[in-house]
């Protein structure tokens, strides 16, 4: 069975075509949002789930064989995170992406 570092370099070859592919397209900030998202989730499988890590894996495998959308991946291993993770704490994940304050919740 492969390991997840196993696969770690062809997602970064993946990631380095996208990026040089896009480096000077208005899309390249969607680009690098969705390999940071991918190897966000990559984090915490290996810190949190053997489970999760090992269905992220044949995830990533699969999606290797294909790999012209780095979003459908994004995307799938959000799932497997959400599945895997958040059920074990019983809490949601918080968003990486920090949420404005509404005016009447500021501390001051």
């Given at each position: ?38 190897f ?33 991946l994004?995307?799938?291993?959000r799932d ?29």
């Amino acid at each position: 069975m492969t390991e997840l570092r196993d696969l770690l370099p062809q997602l970064a070859k993946e990631m380095a075509e996208d990026i040089e592919h896009f480096a000077h397209s208005f899309y390249l900030e969607d680009y690098l949002m969705e390999w940071l998202g991918i190897f966000d989730c990559i984090l915490d499988f290996l810190w949190d789930s053997p489970e999760a890590l090992q269905e992220a894996t044949e995830s990533i495998e699969e999606w290797l064989k294909d790999p012209k959308n780095p979003e459908r991946l994004w995307k799938r291993l959000r799932d497997i995170r959400d599945k895997f993770l958040t059920e074990d704490k019983g809490e949601d994940k918080p968003d990486t992406v920090p949420q404005p304050y509404d005016s009447d919740e500021l501390p001051f």
